[in-house]
């Protein structure tokens, strides 16, 4: 089991910044992929990035140059962020911490989600 805690949404003007942060805890975190999803309204959650335990990281194209993913690795615990620059309107959305197990697929954790509002 795996459990995820998510902070850092909140309002922020078009071309500003944000820091997510997902605390996960649980037996073999640290092997886990760890993502960051997110769902505006009427639309289907997406992944915005990902990262793997070795840090290989992946994006989706309308956030790449100004997303960061990145993780902190210790025993039983993962710290994952997400840095927003340069943020836009389109970036509105509740973003999802994710944990995915690398093996086995039904292991699959969600966080309850963060809203990140970017509006003038």
């Known amino acids: 089991q795996v459990q995820l805690v998510e902070s850092g949404g909140g309002l922020v003007q078009p071309g500003g910044s944000l820091r997510l942060s997902c605390a996960a805890s649980g037996s073999i975190v640290s092997i886990y992929r760890m993502g960051w999803y997110r769902q505006a309204p009427g639309k289907q959650r997406e992944l915005v990035a990902s990262?793997?335990?070795?840090?290989?990281?992946?994006?989706i194209d309308s956030v790449k140059g100004r997303f960061t993913i990145s993780r902190d690795n210790a025993a039983n615990t993962v710290t994952v962020y997400l840095q927003m620059n340069n943020l836009k309107p389109e970036d509105t959305a509740v973003y999802y911490c994710?944990?995915?197990?690398?093996?086995?697929?039904?292991?699959?954790?969600w966080g309850q989600g963060t809203q990140v509002t970017v509006s003038s």
């Open positions: 994710n944990a995915a197990h690398p093996l086995v697929p039904s292991r699959v954790y």
């Open positions: 990262i793997t335990s070795g840090g290989s990281t992946s994006y």
